[in-house]
């Protein structure tokens, strides 16, 4: 009695959504399109060496970092002001072990395990408060994590930073030719964001969602809320680790800057301004702000007071970032079209009635159990 | 030593599914709960009333773990849980709703059921494809709304929800879990009397071995749902009986039930 009339109800949903659903499909598509062609671009711009290449190694880099901010910050709610500290992490990880004479696939492995091991300790701390609490507790852990970094002279090189030596060689994966760095760099890039995208749909991803919107709700239907923020805090900044790994073999040299203060903002501003809650918000975040950096530092000088700018009218005006913009912008046209469009089927009570025998099955025997 | 006999209280402790001893809960000098000792028995119908102010609410927090008694104890089916985290104790069979909605406002009645299917599972963890490949869990959570009414509402999130709607999905959110013993707050603040039409039925249609302890100021749906009624005022428990007895009992209604109901709601 219950299973078909539930049946009925998840078809109806169906059709009554159904113009949405429709455009939600192409959307899909259309997202998918647009992820092969930025990849394919990135690609040729990879392949063509020099400038190009580094510039778009750095977008790539920072846009896994800010991905995995935002998996944290926008699906949990947990904004970190600590990325930085977590690329210089894994940027280290690589350069200390070289230094002291592994190969490069040891001090991968090294640096993956030091990430790991400092968010599981870091994150003991972190994921005992939430909302401005975290951002300020993960500004400490970045602090610290450079501080170390400035500091610890005789590991970490000092101001003057470590150059990286050793590069991983696997068959023909010869990360010392430029080339193929720069396609194991947009091959990593895919798979974190293919990765993230599984997490942020799956049971987990919803239960950020729910963290985000009602904690305290969620607790009491059975979720330990603080060993799933745990979690996504270990996740975001392997995540942080990874970009950090690619930094060192990308930049050949980390140094205590990258993980400065200034750097922990920049990540974030990326997540936020490209729009949080969306895996491509952070990428087109880290798009814009490497290409202001790169170019308006030539002609402002303090284009970092620019950018501030920009980032007060983003968050003012649209909370969901440059992104979330674009959806709208995308959905008022969807409406305005469906108004237009043939027929009353886009209008959701046309819909409902147009799905009328299910829905009245669907009360009848609602009501027949409630007797 | 009458081990025979059902009426020994080795027996009743047995059937008690909810057992407060001595339950209090100080906010600074002042008894918000005080040596309350009421024991529900399995498979029936409570009611809790009492003028605002007298730690209906409170006593709740008591019984879910969201607060920590100062003194006294509780048991669920016998097993003391009163140091017990919410989370176990919503994996024990214990679920409650509160009088101040909380859903999950910007997701979809089907993502907040869904939430709460997975709420006492372990694939609430599980990070390898997406929560809507789960058939079972999202057919049940469909199955659950379809059987009280939001079944046409699944992809609409819950703040586009009339203000009836939002209660019934409280009241969804816990009864997908499936608990033994239902903590009610207030189902029925704040709706029009259309709205308590639904409210009721769904009360009503709840199956009979559950459990049931609600706080409610409507006569009309204490009389409908419970059979037995505690009266708290002041953090204690007054008197409990029957619905007709507390009623009548004059203390109790110089204390409550003398005052217009509809100041109340």
Known sequence: MKSPSAAAALNQVDDASGVIGVVDRHRRLLSILVGVVLVVFAGVLLGSGGFYTSLVEDILIYAIAAMGLDFLGGYGGLVSLGQAGFIGLGAYGIAVPEAHGFGPWTSIGIALVVVAATAAVTGIVAIRVTGISFVIITLAIGQILWGLAYRWVSLSGGDNGLVISGFPKLGPLDLTNPQVLAFVILAVFVVVALVLRTLVSSPFGLSMLGIRSNEQRLRTLGYRTGLHRYLAYIIASIVGGVAGILYAFSNNLISPTTMDFSHNGIITLMAVLGGLRSLWGPVLGALIITLIQQELSIYVSRWQMLMGAVFVVVVVFTPDGLWGLMRQGTAALRRRRARAGPGDAARPDAAGTEAGTGQSSATESSESGVR | ?265
Not at chain 2, 57 to 70: I, K
Not at chain 2, 110 to 115: D, G, Q
């Open chain 2, 1 to 265: 030593m009458s081990m025979g006999a059902h009426e020994t209280p080795a027996r009743q402790d047995g059937q008690a599914a909810l057992r407060m001893t001595k339950l209090g809960r100080r906010f600074g000098g002042i008894d918000a709960v005080k040596d309350v000792s009421l024991a529900v028995p399995k498979g029936s119908r409570f009611g809790v009333i009492g003028p605002n102010g007298a730690g209906k609410t409170t006593m709740f927090n008591l019984l879910s773990g969201e607060l920590r008694p100062t003194s006294g104890r509780v048991e669920l089916f016998g097993r003391n849980i009163t140091r017990l985290a919410p989370n176990r104790r919503v994996a024990l069979g214990l679920g409650r709703t509160y009088q101040i909605t909380r859903v999950f406002r910007d997701l979809t009645v089907l993502e907040n059921i869904t939430l709460a299917v997975h709420g006492l599972r372990k694939s609430k963890l599980s990070m390898l494809r997406p929560w809507r490949s789960y058939s079972t869990a999202v057919e049940e959570a469909a199955n659950v709304a379809s059987t009280f009414g939001l079944g046409e509402r699944l992809n609409i999130t819950a703040e586009e929800l009339s203000h009836g709607e939002v209660r019934e999905l409280e009241v969804l959110l816990t009864l997908a879990q499936k608990p033994e013993v239902l903590l009610l707050d207030e189902p029925a603040a704040g709706l029009s009397p259309a709205e308590r039409v639904g409210i009721r039925a769904l009360l009503r249609s709840l199956p009979r071995e559950l459990t049931l302890v609600m706080i409610e100021h409507d006569m009309d749906v204490l009389r409908d749902v419970v059979e037995h009624v505690a009266v708290l005022h002041f953090g204690e428990l007054v008197m409990q009986g029957t619905v007709a007895e507390v009623q009548e009992d004059a203390t109790v209604q110089e204390l409550y039930l003398g005052k217009p109901k509809v100041a109340e709601s």
